[in-house]
């Protein structure tokens, strides 16, 4: 909801000189890009379609793959608004990390996007998501005698990122 609400005003700056608004119909988006989650890096592939407005916003799911180096794939869902196919969007991203013992992430996504030509074009992205690795965490001591060794634990952490990329549209 805060992410909903710091959009509106930065949405309003798209507003021409002459009072008109950038009205062009959101497309089908393929999202490219490499970047940062938390320190490691990580290339991504997505694609997003607009299902419908909220007001005078926009609503578009985007679903896609980062690819964790040394941390293996993660499926993401982000479910982003804006006001037109260019400007600045966000929204609530959630996703499931799939290598080892897998895990989860949710949190928040926001940034900006413009065109170079009518159907490409890029973006700047950050985020901020609470992460979970599923039992990441083991203690190397060696139990007492008699005593079971401790169970994995999981690791949790804030993890921000920032992304950097292209668009196509369709």
Do not use: C, H
């Amino acid at each position: 909801m805060a992410g909903l609400l710091l959009l509106t005003p930065l949405s309003a700056a798209q507003t021409a000189a002459d009072g008109t608004t950038n009205t062009t119909a959101e497309r089908p988006t393929v999202w490219a890009g490499l970047g940062l989650e938390t320190i490691v890096p990580f290339s991504s592939l997505a694609v997003s379609a607009p299902v419908g407005r909220v007001g005078a916003l926009t609503v578009a799911p985007r679903l896609g793959v980062d690819g964790l180096v040394l941390l293996g794939p993660v499926v993401s869902a982000d479910l982003l608004l804006s006001r037109a196919d260019t400007g600045w969007y966000g929204g609530p991203s959630a996703g499931l990390i799939l290598a080892g013992k897998g895990g989860w992430r949710a949190g928040v996504v926001g940034g900006y996007r413009s065109r170079t030509r009518p159907d490409l074009g890029f973006f700047v992205e950050g985020g901020m998501r609470y992460t979970v690795f599923r039992e990441a965490v083991t203690n190397y001591r060696a139990p007492a005698p008699g005593q079971p060794p401790e169970p994995p634990r999981d690791l949790t952490l804030p993890s921000p990122s920032l992304r950097l990329g292209l668009t196509y549209r369709f």
